[in-house]
Nanobody, 121 residues
């Protein structure tokens, strides 16, 4: 299974910026999509942003124009740059990786342990 190690997060004032990174141990796997989910207390988990191996991205409407996801395939690392943060961005952010053992295999998903992002008003 792909292991994911997240870093970044913390406390920031509204309007500020934070950066998250997630490194995947995936020397024997093929990671297709890697990205971030978040879950705030009392709310459903939602996809924040994802990026495929070819570089195409998708974002939640709530973060478009403020968050940028990028990927370093050589390092199996994904980055999430979060700008113009709002209190409603406060959540536990989890990295995910959709991967296969070999081309054509069933896709599996790994989850990171999560990192807290808190935006104060």
């Amino acid at each position: 299974q792909v292991q994911l190690v997240e870093s970044g997060g913390g406390l920031v004032q509204a309007g500020g910026s934070l950066s998250l990174s997630c490194a995947a141990s995936a020397s024997t796997f093929i990671i297709n999509v890697i990205g971030w989910y978040r879950q705030a207390p009392g709310k459903q988990r939602e996809l924040v942003a994802g990026i495929a191996s070819a570089g195409n991205t998708n974002y939640a409407d709530s973060v478009k124009g403020r968050f940028t996801i990028s990927r370093d395939n050589a390092k199996n690392t994904v980055y999430l740059q979060m700008n113009s943060l709002k209190p409603e961005d406060t959540a536990d952010y989890h990295c995910i990786a959709d991967y296969v053992d070999r081309v054509g295999d069933m896709t599996r998903r790994s989850w990171g342990q999560g990192t807290q992002v808190t935006v104060s008003s």
